[in-house]
Structure formats: structure tokens, C-alpha cells
T-cell receptor, first 114, second 113 residues
Framework: DAGVTQSPTHLIKTRGQQVTLRCSPI?????VSWYQQVLGQGPQFIFQ???????GRGNFPDRFSARQFPNYSSELNVNALLLGDSALYLC?????????????FGNGTRLTVT | KQEVTQIPAALSVPEGENLVLNCSFT??????LQWFRQDPGKGLTSLLL?????REQTSGRLNASLDKSSGRSTLYIAASQPGDSATYLC????????????FGAGTQVVVTP
């Protein structure tokens, strides 16, 4: 079975631009979470979706938004990019929400903002 | 606010030695604790998940313990191999956060042949 897949793998954007990152969960998984990982730090929680509804939001500005589609795939959108948004963006899926099953992460999208 | 700390930040051991990685957290109201491995430039691989009602989990050469009352978890890796070289992260799921994980910064491990 395929794991969590994310696209694109790398992305370079300019300050002020907008970006959309995509994630396909493991087949059968209904929960998708997004994390931001800055170099040298642990991942920081951005969003969690379960059954297409937002179930959690981290301490990120409104420039960050996300959604989950009927097939459980997900998109993360970031508007008005800042240099500080440069990071590895990780998507994770789990069979169930609420922390009752382990998270499985994709390889991430490396976003560079110049 | 939950804070997760991993000390040391980096560790180097010779092949064959047992690894002991530490994780501490400030709020004992956790739902579970998960250990991950991250290779350079890659995503995270789940190693072990310990529910709050459990005291330890084992998988092959890996054993993780959980002591909620003292806010600590320890990951043991027996008979380390060069392939174990990676960054190891622990993450806690809080009772009232519905699946959100709070991560530590990780311990970077190098196993020398």
C-alpha cells in the first residue's frame, strides 16, 4: 500500500505570493494533519481534519488555511508568503482521529520563500 | 502550555552500544506519546505509540517506557547499528487537543562503525 504522498516535493516562491500544498492520505485513513517543521526544530501543528471537518487549528495566522476533500485528500494554502514561512511542511494521516491511532507522515514539501 | 524537551540534542555512540533517549513533558494530562525517527530531509517514521494507560511498548530492538506522573518517557534501542543513525523525536498527544501532537526538538544520533 502507498504511504502518505505529498506534492510537490520542493517549491520556491517569492515573498507575497500564494502557495498550495497537496496531500493524499493512506488508503482508508480519514484524518489528515498538517505540520510545519523549521530546520533544527520539531514539527509544529497547523491543522487537523477528520471526515472533512476541521477538528483542530494551531497557533498560525489566518494566512494559513486548509481543506479536506470527499476522498480524504487535503490541501494546505498559504497566502502572502513571508520569508519565515520557509520550512518543511509535513502531512500526516491516521486511521482515526483523536489520537487513538498513530500518525503516519509523508516526506514533506520543502518550501523556500525568497 | 505543554512543553516537550529532549536531552541531549545530539549523541554519538559506537556500534553495538545500547542507546537511551530521553523525553520529558510538563503537563501529565496526555492521551498518548509517540516516538518517531526522521532521516535527513525526510518525513517522520512512527516507531512506537504508547497510550496513557500503558507503561511501555516494545518492537524488536526498540523499547519505550512512559511515566506520566514524572512526565518522562525513555526510548531504548538495543545493540545499535549504523543504520540507526537519525534524529529521534518524541511527541505527546494532549487529552483535550483531539489528536494534536506536541513535539520535542529531537535527539540527533550517530552510530559509528
Amino acid at each position: 500500500d502507498a504511504g502518505v504522498t505529498q506534492s510537490p516535493t520542493h517549491l520556491i516562491k517569492t515573498r507575497g505570493q500564494q502557495v498550495t500544498l497537496r496531500c493524499s492520505p493512506i488508503s482508508g485513513h480519514k484524518s489528515v494533519s498538517w505540520y510545519q517543521q523549521v530546520l533544527g526544530q520539531g514539527p509544529q501543528f497547523i491543522f487537523q481534519y477528520y471526515e472533512k471537518e476541521e477538528r483542530g487549528r494551531g497557533n498560525f495566522p489566518d494566512r494559513f488555511s486548509a481543506r479536506q476533500f470527499p476522498n480524504y485528500s487535503s490541501e494546505l494554502n498559504v497566502n502572502a508568503l513571508l520569508l519565515g514561512d520557509s520550512a518543511l511542511y509535513l502531512c500526516a494521516s491516521s486511521l482515526l482521529g483523536g489520537g487513538s491511532s498513530p500518525l503516519h507522515f509523508g516526506n514533506g514539501t520543502r518550501l523556500t520563500v525568497t | 502550555k505543554q512543553e516537550v524537551t529532549q536531552i541531549p540534542a545530539a549523541l554519538s555512540v559506537p556500534e553495538g552500544e545500547n542507546l537511551v533517549l530521553n523525553c520529558s513533558f510538563t503537563d501529565s494530562a496526555i492521551y498518548n506519546l509517540q516516538w518517531f525517527r526522521q532521516d535527513p530531509g525526510k518525513g517522520l517514521t512512527s516507531l512506537l505509540l504508547i497510550q496513557s494507560s500503558q507503561r511501555e511498548q516494545t518492537s524488536g530492538r526498540l523499547n519505550a517506557s512512559l511515566d506520566k506522573s514524572s512526565g518522562r518517557s525513555t526510548l531504548y534501542i538495543a545493540a545499535s547499528q549504523p543504520g540507526d543513525s537519525a534524529t529521534y523525536l518524541c511527541a505527546v498527544g494532549e487529552t483535550d487537543s483531539w489528536g494534536k501532537l506536541q513535539f520535542g526538538a529531537g535527539t540527533q544520533v550517530v552510530v559509528t562503525p
